[in-house]
């Protein structure tokens, strides 16, 4: 598998670390309920499909990446620089 | 059918024409007192301790494809009681001695090899580690002797003592360790349970769960609406799915981990062998492939397959650790998806539904666990409460804290 980082441009999987879904975008307001950190922290949907999972560029322009792809098939719909996201 | 040596023999003298098939094939009822969703190895085990512990025999196993087609069927088949913290501990030690009896139970050749099991270590620390870990096992009352570099050596001279970018320091020896052949522990537990009345059907996905004010009532499938009191859900890595059809959300992340065989050569690996830098363990099946592989591929993946770069990491490994097996040639590789949950422990546990029980989160290391976990399961969906040995596998575990995190990574899918 290749991703398409928006600066460096077309890498080896090597070059990235994985931290995993999406959710971890949404932290809960501090002093949130414990079932909302549970949740950021803890559950998932973990789609066999279409998901969306943050990457880091650990070996190229150190940025956040968010990538859309397909779980089953390792196809990638988009990669985004987290840091260009509107929040 | 009993198996027996005589029948062997007098099958071979008479053309094999009195082998029947090993379980029915039947048509699914309309209602049963226990569905298993499922028909993986803990599933099978689950359906056989339900009927032969229990004495629950009006129960379905409804497996989408055929019996064994899952993980069962494509792990590296390796069998330890080597665990540490407590919780974990006593279950595994409790699995270990279901499959010290488990041929004559089932009576049943499931080919489990006691041939020892060595975890290396290559630093001061590593030693430190294993030797707590050691320690442990002691305390369970299951087995590990400590050997040092030269110990190491007398077992397995093939290894690379000159290396010294990982030198090797010593290994833990777990003789009871080893392994078995997957395949036919699937087979033993179906047969036990079909045996016992139980019904196996294979080909028949589950679609849907019913729930009706919070009680579960059966499960909606490709071959009809199957209506039970209680259902278990044991799908490893499709733990997700099948759980969002009763509106939960899983703390599992989905992950492809691979695995590798070369060809058939003659015995040279008489052990199970876990490299202690980088990850690579092998053993030698008994058709005289090696069977070896590594970690999973570090993200989310429904795909059965793995990717080049741990396909590469997982060789280099091995040649650094046994440059011997270099001119072996790799016949296969293969992936399997494992419910990876964030302590990289399992789930054995009700849910808030009245009836539905869960089994999952077996990570990369359920198959020694089939017949605990079968036991267990059993044990949990007969009799409401869970088993001692594995009361601390809870769902609730993550939002109360009491996460079971035996390599001590901390708290994220991918890091056990
Ligand atoms: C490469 C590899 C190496 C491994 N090595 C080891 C090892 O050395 N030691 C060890 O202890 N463990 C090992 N494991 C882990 C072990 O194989 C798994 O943890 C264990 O097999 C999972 O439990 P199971 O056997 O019940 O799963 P499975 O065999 O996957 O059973 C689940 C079943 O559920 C069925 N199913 C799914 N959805 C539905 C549905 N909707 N309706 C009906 N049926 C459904 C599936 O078809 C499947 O047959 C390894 C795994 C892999 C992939
Ligand atoms: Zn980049």
């Known amino acids: 598998m290749r991703l398409k980082c928006p600066l460096c441009g077309d890498r080896d999987r090597r070059e990235f670390y994985y931290y995993g879904a999406e959710d971890y975008l949404h932290r809960p307001a501090e002093g949130a309920p414990l079932a909302e950190w549970d949740n950021y922290l803890h559950l998932r949907d973990n789609p066999a499909g279409v998901l969306r999972d943050l990457w880091y560029h650990e070996a190229g322009c150190s940025q956040w990446l968010l990538v859309t792809r397909n779980t089953v098939t390792h196809e990638i719909a988009s990669v985004e620089l987290v840091a260009e996201r509107a929040k | ?416």
């Open chain 2, 1 to 416: 059918m009993r198996y027996s040596g005589l029948k062997v023999l007098t099958e071979g003298l008479f053309g094999n024409k009195g082998w029947g098939p090993a379980w029915r094939d039947p048509s699914p009822k309309g209602e049963y007192d226990a569905i298993i969703i499922g028909g993986g190895g803990h599933g099978l085990a689950t359906a056989f301790y339900l009927a032969k512990n229990h004495g629950l025999t009006n129960i379905a196993v409804l497996e989408k494809g055929y019996l064994g087609s899952g993980n069962i069927g494509r792990n590296t088949t390796i069998v330890r009681a080597n665990y540490m913290i407590p919780g974990n501990t006593e279950f595994y030690s409790h699995s270990m001695k279901l499959w010290e009896g488990m041929e004559a139970e089932l009576n049943y050749n499931v080919m489990h090899s006691q041939r020892g099991l060595i975890n290396l270590f290559h630093s001061d620390g590593q030693r430190d580690y294993w030797v707590r870990r050691g320690n442990a096992m002691i305390n369970q009352g299951d087995d590990a002797i400590l050997l040092d570099r030269e110990g190491v050596r007398e077992y397995l001279p093939y290894l690379d003592f000159e290396n010294t970018r990982f030198p090797i320091y010593g290994g833990i020896l777990h003789p009871r360790g080893g392994s078995a052949r997957h395949d036919a522990v699937a087979w033993g537990y179906a047969r036990g349970a079909d045996s016992r009345g139980v019904d196996l059907i294979q080909n028949c996905e589950v679609t849907g769960i019913d729930i009706e004010n919070g009680v579960v009532r059966g499960v909606q499938t490709t071959r009809g609406a199957i209506r039970a009191k209680k259902v278990g859900v044991i799908v490893a890595g499709r733990s997700s799915q099948v759980a969002a059809m009763a509106g939960m959300r899983l703390p599992i992340e989905s992950h492809v981990l691979q695995a590798f065989v070369t060809e058939g050569l003659k015995p040279v690996i008489d052990h199970v062998i876990s490299f202690g830098m980088g990850h690579f363990y092998i053993s030698q099946s008994d058709k005289g492939g090696l069977v070896f592989g590594g970690d999973l591929d570090f993200y989310a993946s429904y795909a059965s397959r793995g990717n080049l770069p741990m396909v590469e990491h997982v060789m280099e490994a091995g040649m650094t650790l046994m440059p011997m097996i270099g001119r072996a040639k790799v016949l296969r590789s293969w992936g399997g998806i494992m419910d990876m949950t964030p302590d990289g422990s399992p789930i054995i546990d009700k849910t808030h539904v009245e009836g539905l029980f869960i089994d999952c989160g077996w990570n990369y290391g359920g198959f020694k666990a089939v017949p605990a976990s079968g036991w267990c399961m059993a044990h949990l969906m007969a009799t409401g409460t869970s088993h001692e040995v594995a009361r601390k596998f809870r769902l609730d575990r993550f939002a109360t804290g009491h996460l079971l995190d035996e390599e001590g990574t901390g708290s994220q899918h991918n890091l056990h």
